[in-house]
């Protein structure tokens, strides 16, 4: 079974930068979609962003598109979320997620693994 580690959560001031990492093992990480989803307290489960397998394909949620972007180091198994002018709204505890599957998908419930989460706080 996939186990994911999420890390590089923390404080950041708003406007500023914070990146996000998620290792893999058990498993090829080449071999899945990634996702990111986040949760504020009394919030559901939000989609960030995804991209698939190969690289060629990212979906965004609306409220950070042009903020967020996703990559991936398959050599280090590892996916990263680029966090750039950070808001408020923002603060929530991170998780990544991953899937081996056809298409890259905005659903949780398409995820079949899921790191434990790392806290982002923004302050204004």
């Known amino acids: 079974q996939v186990q994911l580690v999420e890390s590089g959560g923390g404080s950041v001031q708003a406007g500023g930068s914070l990146r996000l990492s998620c290792t893999a093992s058990?498993?090829?990480?080449?071999?899945?979609?990634m996702g990111w989803f986040r949760q504020a307290p009394g919030k559901e489960r939000e989609f960030v962003i995804a991209v698939s397998k190969s690289g060629g394909t990212t979906l965004y949620g609306d409220s950070v598109k042009g903020r967020f972007t996703i990559s991936r180091d398959n050599a280090k198994n590892t996916v990263y979320l680029q966090m750039n002018s950070l808001k408020h709204e923002d603060t929530a505890v991170y998780y990544c997620?991953?899937?081996?599957?056809?298409?890259?998908?905005?659903?949780?419930?398409?995820?079949?693994?899921w790191g434990q989460g790392t806290q982002v706080t923004v302050s204004s």
């Open positions: 058990g498993g090829d990480l080449s071999r899945y979609d």
């Open positions: 997620a991953a899937v081996f599957n056809l298409f890259v998908s905005r659903r949780a419930s398409a995820y079949d693994y």
